[in-house]
């Protein structure tokens, strides 16, 4: 099988599943994934035939596709802020408006700045890896109470030679979180989806990505947004800043929370679909 006919036949198998345009944005990702070849030396190599390992795989990675895993954790690789991260079904795929969350901190930290950071419920470690980057001079800690997120974490953070603390740690244990030191910058995209809403979503998501990290109760959509509220009122420095990525309905409840616990300047921000996604205070 050549890489032409090979990208034709991802395309025809999960025909079904997705759009044109969508099903050939996931078999280009495979073909990159399986020859190590970018979308311009495929074409110019369209001829040159699969390997028996590189055909093997290509069988591997359709039967997973059609499965309707989503194509990340076929490659194991996903992409944010111009960084590949590992990622696989112990942690959530990166998703672009978290990337905008990132943006938000940085610009208000400045190129210059060194803050003490912790991010709250990490996964890939994606938000915090990112500021790290971003800010070098940053004490950066991150926590998870998934071991299996943490260990894609620290993978993350190895492979990109990022000097990230991470911690074993529940958000929603108030004895565990009072041994944390002060933080000028808390962030975090907690879990804020609610069983009810399930229904909506697409099965490569709710079927393939860990349910710990994305829902909560129905009669406690703001979970988390409390226990985290709480503590980082606790753990921020006077000026400190809380950042939220949120559930687009959730929006003036977790201004209000926060309002309530004493942060200032609760500002509410749209992404870039147009969604109400995150919110920022100070205290």
Known sequence: MTIQTAFTYITGAISDLYDEREAASIAHIVMEYLTGLNKLDRIVHKTKLLTPDQSSRLHVAIEALQRQEPVQYVTGTGWFYGMELLVNSQVLIPRPETEELVEWILTDAGPHA?????????????????????????????????????????SNASRLRLDVHFLLMDALQPALVATLPAFDVIVSNPPYITQSEQQTMQEQVWGHEPSLALFVPDNDALLFYRHITLLAKSKLVPGGALYFEINEALGKEVVALMEANGFQLVTLRQDMFGKDRMVRGTI
Not at 122 to 141: E, F, H, R, W, Y
Request: proline share 7%.
């Open 114 to 154: 060194a803050p003490r950071i912790l991010d709250i419920g990490t996964g890939s470690g994606c938000i915090p890896l990112a500021l790290k980057k971003n800010l070098p001079a940053a004490q950066v800690s991150a926590m998870d109470v998934s071991t299996g997120a943490l260990e894609v974490a620290r």
